[in-house]
């Protein structure tokens, strides 16, 4: 069983480019996370996505980001224009359901290193 | 809000030295807690978890005690290698209707040496 895949793992752009960040959650699972982490900090959280519907973006900024899950292929995370403050790694993770009274653990993938030059 | 405070790093350890690294929330409600584990230049991995109070998750000769009563989730180990040396978050989660995201401490570095 694969696990969680990302890519591509790492990423070039200029400043005012696009970036768009795939992630395959593992087989059977229909929940993705996307998470940013910045240079020598902790993971922070970015959006919530399931099968097309945006659960929660409270983690997403306002501009020039975006995420979608479509019913077939692999979630996308967009930035568009990015700036030299987005240079990140961007991690996904996945799992197979919400539960109540359990947590559902979360399976990350290896991540998308983006530096903005 | 939620939020996780962990030692700062970097932690330099000799190999088989007794490792801590503390680790202390704050939260409504009942969260779930976690420590991960990533090595360079890899994604993070889920080293244990425990999800109710006086719940103590272990794993890898890796051990943690979820206590209520000091919001504390403090990750130990008896015996550290030099395979150790990784970067380790302390996380929680808590339920609520809009799904389970992980809120997370800022990471401890520990380097063990040979």
């Known amino acids: 069983n694969a696990g969680v895949m990302q890519n591509p793992r790492h990423l070039v752009r200029r400043r005012g480019q696009e970036a768009r960040l795939r992630c395959s959650p593992m087989k059977g699972h229909s929940h993705v996370y996307w998470y940013r982490q910045l240079p020598e900090e902790g993971l922070k959280f970015m959006v919530y996505l399931q099968k097309e519907n945006i659960i929660d973006e409270s983690g997403m900024p306002k501009e020039r980001f975006s995420a979608e899950f479509p019913k077939e292929g692999p979630s996308i995370l967009r930035i568009q224009q990015v700036v030299r403050g987005d240079s990140a790694a961007y991690f996904c993770?996945?799992?197979?359901?919400?539960?109540?009274?359990?947590?559902?653990?979360?399976?990350f993938g290896p991540g998308t290193r983006l530096t903005v030059t | 809000g939620n939020s996780v405070t962990q030692m700062e790093g970097p932690v330099t350890l000799s190999e088989e030295a007794f490792l801590t690294i503390n680790c202390t929330y704050t939260a409504t409600g009942y969260p779930s807690l976690f420590w991960y584990v990533q090595y360079p230049g890899e994604g993070l991995q889920l080293l244990l978890k425990a999800t109710k109070a006086d719940d103590k998750g272990s794993n890898k000769g890796f051990e943690a005690t979820y206590r209520k009563e000091t919001t504390s989730f403090h990750l130990e180990k008896g015996s550290v290698q030099v395979s150790d040396s990784a970067v380790y978050f302390c996380a929680l989660s808590a339920l609520k209707a809009a799904g389970n995201k992980l809120t997370f401490g800022g990471g401890t570095r520990v380097l063990v040496k040979p």
């Open positions: 993770a996945s799992s197979p359901r919400y539960g109540q009274g359990e947590m559902d653990e979360q399976y």
